[in-house]
């Protein structure tokens, strides 16, 4: 029995011993390597802290390892890369021309960063030889145009009222001085009575020129006898000047000149006939270089909730809410090949959105469809 109690003792101390001899081994294993993860984390730009009291405690002098870095002194610790201040250059890629938008590179001399940027002509000279509708679709034109980065703008309307082709033409005859001239070239508009148009030709310069019939007139075929012989006489002044049709609107319903005896007194029929002419009469004559679909910009906005204020009372002339935008911004659109959506307009103005909805819908559509109407949108 003693005997048996001594291996018993004998198998016990051998365990233990063995025990130690392990356990020594494991924190021998594991001080060596946190000693080499030491010396691999000292020459990272980020130093790891070090866990073994063995090294903590034997290593008198401070070393990268004695503590935590926070983050901020580790971004502190790092250079951090300047913020390039951009010295862009401009360079034209495509030339902007009348109806056509042209585009810009800028790029940067100091990064390289690259944008490119459309933009249109920088400057532009218009000449209108029309009556109070031509006034209406142009009053708002000269902001447009600087709003939308044109340098320079000159605009100019001749205006007699209700002037008709016909009276164009006997004014030309006679060098009738009966027009008022109102202008526009620095932000306001003036005015100069007592014109011929004549004097307005001799400029030269006009880098369009733009005329139309009278309201009644224009959806009459009648109307159209003299034409040709305005037209002509036009490009015969100015024959570098791009000659355009202003395709205007008709009354609306309710208007005192839109009775039975006018167009059945029906706003639909009179628009229609109105493009009917420009179809069968201005296109094929050949003596304009585009039509200006600014009045179906116009009844496109009628078809809409705010049909109330495209016109003024009398349901003939623009109103100065909603319609003088539509007619200027589609003289805008055309002239420059800007589409509606892709413009500084809507950022520029004081509409409210409601409006700024129906003139950039009805000037898209006109200019998709210049001779049909399309609906609006925006009925409720």
Request: charged content about 20%; glycine content about 6%; proline content about 2%.
């Amino acid at each position: 029995m003693k005997r048996i109690f001594c291996i018993i003792l004998s198998l016990c101390l051998f365990v233990i011993v063995f025990s130690g001899c392990s356990s020594s081994g494991e924190e021998k294993i594991s001080d060596e390597v946190i000693v080499e993860q030491v010396i691999i984390d000292q020459t990272s730009s980020v130093t790891s802290t070090v866990t073994s009291s063995e090294e903590q405690t034997t290593s008198s002098e401070p070393t990268t390892s004695e503590a935590p870095v926070s983050s901020n002194e580790q971004t502190s610790s790092q250079e951090t890369p300047s913020t390039c201040v951009h010295q862009y250059k401009e360079e034209i890629k495509v030339e902007a021309k009348l109806y056509t938008m042209g585009q810009k590179q800028y790029t940067c001399a100091n990064c390289g960063d690259s944008y490119m940027k459309d933009y249109a002509i920088e400057e532009i000279k218009i000449l209108s030889i029309s009556n109070s509708y031509g006034k209406n679709a142009l009053w708002q034109l000269y902001d447009i145009c600087k709003m939308e980065g044109i340098e320079k703008v000159d605009i100019a309307v001749m205006y007699i009222a209700g002037c008709s082709l016909d009276k164009h033409w006997e004014n030309i005859q006679n060098n009738a001085a009966e027009y008022e001239v109102f202008r526009n070239n620095n932000g306001t508009w003036t005015s100069t009575k007592n014109c011929t148009i004549d004097s307005l030709l001799a400029e030269g310069d006009w880098d369009v020129i733009t005329t139309q019939n009278s309201s009644g007139l224009s959806g009459k075929t009648d109307g159209y006898k003299n034409l040709n012989n305005v037209a002509d006489y036009i490009k015969s002044k100015c024959p570098k000047s791009t000659l355009i049709w202003h395709l205007i609107w008709g009354y609306q319903s309710g208007s005192q000149w839109l009775t039975p005896n006018n167009y059945n007194g029906d706003e639909k029929f009179m628009f229609e006939s109105i493009v009917n002419c420009t179809n069968d009469i201005v296109i094929p004559s050949k003596k304009f270089d585009s039509v200006a679909p600014v009045g179906t910009a116009i009844v496109n906005a009628r078809s809409s909730s705010l049909k109330n204020i495209v016109h003024d009372s009398d349901g003939s002339h623009l109103g100065e809410e909603l319609g003088y935008y539509v007619a200027a911004y589609t003289w805008f659109c055309h002239l420059t090949g800007a589409s509606p959506y892709d413009t500084n307009f809507a950022a520029s103005t004081r509409l409210s959105s409601d409006k700024m909805n129906v003139v950039l819908e009805s000037v898209a559509h006109a200019l998709e469809n210049p001779y049909k109407v399309t609906q609006s949108y925006y009925t409720n």
